[in-house]
C-alpha cells in the first residue's frame, strides 16, 4: 500500500492516506507504523508527569476552554512550594521527566518565577529530573534564561500550518509568523524543540493536515504532541453548536484522523518522539493505547493537584479529573502493561532526532552553557 520510500511520501499521498476508509488498509497502517517504531525506539514508553500550574493566561484563542475571556471557571496559580512537592512526587514515582505547563503568561515576574522553580527541580532531583517547558511564546531572551537554568525541551504547538486557518482561529494579536520566529529561536537556543496541531478543526482539510506532516518532517522536529480537537462549550468555536456533549460523528471522525496522523508520522520520521495526547482519551476510553498502538511513544500523566484540575478544561470531557496523582500512576501503568509494552522507568526518553540531528552539537551545546554557569 506504501511505497518503499517511506519518507518521500508527498503530500498528495499523505493526503489520500489520511482519507482511507477500508478497515483492513487502516489496520495495515497502524502495523507498519507500530513496526517502525518497534524498530526505531523500541516497545518502550516515555513518561512525562504534566504540572499544570496556573490557568492564567493573556491569550484568548477561540477553541480554548481556558481562554482570557471564559470567566466561567475559577483562576488559579499553584505556589513554588506546591509545585516543587508535585515534581519531588515525579521524581520519586520514576516518571523520569516532568512538563511545565500553564497558560500564557509574560513578564520579567513570570521569567524569574519559573527560573528559581526550574532550579529548585533540578536541585530536589540532584539534576535526575528532565524538565519540558509549555509556557508559550516568551522573549528569546526568556527562552534563553530558562534553558540555562536547566530546562532543555519546550513544547510550543503551531496548531495548524494553514496561516488562513491559524488567523481565523486566533485574535489579531497571534501572529502565525511569531510562532514560526518562537520555533527556530527554541531549536537555535539549543532545546529539543516539539510542537503539534490540533486535528479535526473547523474548516481543516486532509491536505491541511497532510501540509503538517510536512512542515513536522521540513522543520526537523524532535517531539510531536498532536492530539484532536474537541469543543469547549465556553469558546468562541463551539458555543451554540455542541452544549457540552460531543456529538458522537466528530468523536469517531477526530479519533480516527488523529490515529492516522500519528502512524503516517511514524512512518515519515520514524525516530521522533510522538506523545499519546490526554485529548484522546476524551474521545475514546481507551484513546492514548490505540494511539501508542498507531506509533506514539510518549505519555504525559496529569500530576496537577486534584483540587485544580476542574478548572484546567482547555477541551470538554478531560479525563482524569477527579483523580489524584496516584491514581493515574497505577491506571496509566496498567494502560501500558495492557498492551504489552514497558515503562521506561527514571529515563529521560530525550528524542533520538536531536540527537541524530545535531551530533556532537548537542553534547557542545550543554558544554557552552555549563560552562558559561561556572565562570559566573
Ligand atoms: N481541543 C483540543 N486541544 C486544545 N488545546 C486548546 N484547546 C483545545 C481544544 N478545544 C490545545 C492547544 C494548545 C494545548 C496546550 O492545548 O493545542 O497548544
Ligand atoms: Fe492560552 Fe494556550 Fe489556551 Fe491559547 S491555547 S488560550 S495561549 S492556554
Redesign the pocket.
Same mark, same amino acid.
Given at each position: 500500500m506504501i511505497s518503499n520510500n517511506l519518507k518521500d511520501l508527498t503530500e498528495e499521498d499523505l493526503t489520500s492516506l489520511l482519507q482511507l476508509e477500508d478497515e483492513k488498509k487502516i489496520e495495515s497502517l497502524y502495523r507498519q507504523a507500530y513496526e517502525k517504531k518497534v524498530e526505531q525506539v523500541g516497545k518502550k514508553v516515555y513518561f512525562r508527569g504534566i504540572i499544570e500550574f496556573s490557568?492564567h493566561?493573556?491569550?484568548? #484563542?477561540l477553541? #480554548? =476552554?481556558?481562554?482570557?475571556d471564559n470567566n466561567e471557571l475559577t483562576r488559579f496559580e499553584m505556589d513554588r512550594e506546591e509545585i516543587i512537592k508535585s515534581a519531588r512526587w515525579v521524581h520519586n514515582s520514576g516518571y523520569g521527566s516532568l512538563v511545565l505547563q500553564? =497558560? /500564557?503568561i509574560q513578564g520579567e515576574e513570570f521569567t524569574e518565577y519559573i527560573e528559581g522553580i526550574i532550579r529548585d527541580i533540578k536541585e530536589i532531583s540532584k539534576g535526575e529530573l528532565g524538565i519540558t517547558l509549555s509556557l508559550? /511564546?516568551q522573549k528569546k531572551e526568556t527562552y534563553r534564561r530558562w534553558f540555562e537554568a536547566g530546562a532543555h525541551r519546550y513544547l510550543l504547538?503551531i /496548531?495548524t500550518t494553514n496561516p488562513d486557518l491559524y488567523a481565523e482561529l486566533?485574535p489579531e494579536d497571534?501572529q502565525f509568523q511569531e510562532r514560526l520566529n518562537c520555533l527556530k529561536t527554541l531549536q537555535d537556543i539549543g532545546y529539543q524543540t516539539g510542537t503539534g496541531v490540533m486535528i479535526g478543526l473547523p474548516g481543516q482539510t486532509p491536505a491541511d493536515l497532510a501540509a503538517d506532516l510536512k512542515f513536522f518532517q521540513r522543520q526537523k522536529i524532535d517531539m510531536i504532541g498532536m492530539g484532536p480537537y474537541v469543543p469547549h462549550s465556553s469558546t468562541p468555536l463551539a458555543s451554540g453548536t455542541t452544549g457540552d456533549k460531543i456529538p458522537a460523528k466528530l468523536k469517531e471522525k477526530n479519533l480516527d484522523l488523529s490515529l492516522k496522523m500519528v502512524s503516517l508520522l511514524r512512518i515519515l520520521v520514524p525516530d521522533v518522539n510522538i506523545a499519546a495526547t490526554t485529548a484522546l482519551q476524551a474521545l475514546h476510553p481507551l484513546g492514548r493505547e490505540k494511539a501508542l498502538q498507531a506509533g506514539a511513544n510518549i505519555l504525559m500523566p496529569v500530576v496537577t493537584p486534584q483540587k485544580y484540575r476542574e478548572d484546567y478544561k482547555?477541551y470538554e470531557n478531560k479525563p482524569c479529573i477527579d483523580e489524584k496523582a496516584e491514581d493515574c500512576r497505577g491506571c496509566i501503568s496498567n494502560r501500558v502493561k495492557s498492551i504489552g509494552e514497558e515503562i521506561a522507568y527514571d529515563e529521560w526518553g530525550d528524542s533520538r532526532r536531536y540527537f541524530r540531528r545535531l551530533g556532537n552539537r548537542s553534547a557542545e551545546l550543554r558544554g557552552e552553557i555549563d560552562a558559561e554557569n561556572a565562570a559566573g
Open positions: 490557568n493566561c493573556q491569550k484568548n #484563542c477553541y #480554548c =476552554g481556558i481562554r482570557r500553564s =497558560g /500564557e508559550g /511564546e504547538r /496548531e486566533h497571534h482547555l
